[in-house]
């Protein structure tokens, strides 16, 4: 079975500063895996997969197939920034996804 | 321009009493999901359809059943709710049943148990 670990359940930090959110996987085949982002009273959303080598509102991810990780990445965090973000992996027919990591920005 | 609708946003039932939760959708596709997300919690899927195939997942309870008469819609149905099953229910919609399509979700239905 697939499982999604996001050890962190609050990461709060200053605008400016870097973030990483971090995820780490377990699969027996190939993952296709994806960051879903939830701001405040919105709908949860797709941020980015990693199929797509993309970058969406300045953030990055990179599937790391021998550390099993899948970590989320930003430089300079903003304000709007804060949200809940879940790791997600496709396998199986399903979307499983992590417990997520809330991201609390301050000024 | 809300594309995946769930009635209502907060549903209150008392323990024992059947409970239907809505979803509807205006993306026309395929594949109709329901997930289960209790508080602190990942969302954790339930069933899907895929057109009119349902596909329940292996550790869903038979309280729950799922109906969808028509592509646009799609209803959870909860034959006896109990306090374990007060949660946020997620609707979500994808075009096909891959990884590579995007899932669509609804702003999902608060259900209470009292």
């Known amino acids: 079975a697939q499982r999604v670990t996001q050890p962190e359940k609050l990461l709060s930090v200053f605008k400016g500063a870097p973030v990483e959110l971090k995820c780490n996987y377990s699969?027996?085949?190939?993952?296709?895996l994806f960051w879903y982002v939830q701001y405040s009273r919105q709908r949860l959303q797709l941020l980015l997969r990693?199929?797509s080598r993309e970058s969406i509102k300045g953030f990055t991810a990179d599937l790391n197939k021998g550390e099993t990780s899948f970590h989320l990445k930003k430089p300079f965090a903003q304000e709007e920034d804060s949200a809940m973000y879940y790791c997600a992996l496709w396998g199986f027919q399903k979307l499983v996804f992590g417990t997520g990591t809330r991201l609390l920005v301050s000024p | 321009d809300a594309m995946v609708i769930q009635n209502p946003r907060y549903q209150v039932t008392q323990f024992g009493k059947p409970v239907t939760l809505s979803c509807s959708q205006t993306l026309n596709h395929n594949v109709m999901y329901w997930y289960q997300q209790k508080s602190s919690q990942a969302p954790k899927l339930l069933f899907h359809?895929?057109?009119?195939?349902?596909?329940n997942e292996a550790d869903t309870p038979d309280n729950f059943q799922s109906r969808r008469p028509n592509t646009s819609f799609c209803f959870l149905d909860i034959r006896s709710p109990g306090l374990g099953d007060a949660a946020m229910y997620l609707c979500a919609t994808s075009r096909e049943l891959a990884g590579a399509y995007e899932q669509y979700f609804g702003p999902g239905t608060r259900l209470t148990v009292t």
């Open positions: 699969y027996s085949g190939s993952p296709e």
């Open positions: 359809y895929y057109d009119k195939d349902f596909n």
């Open positions: 990693h199929i």
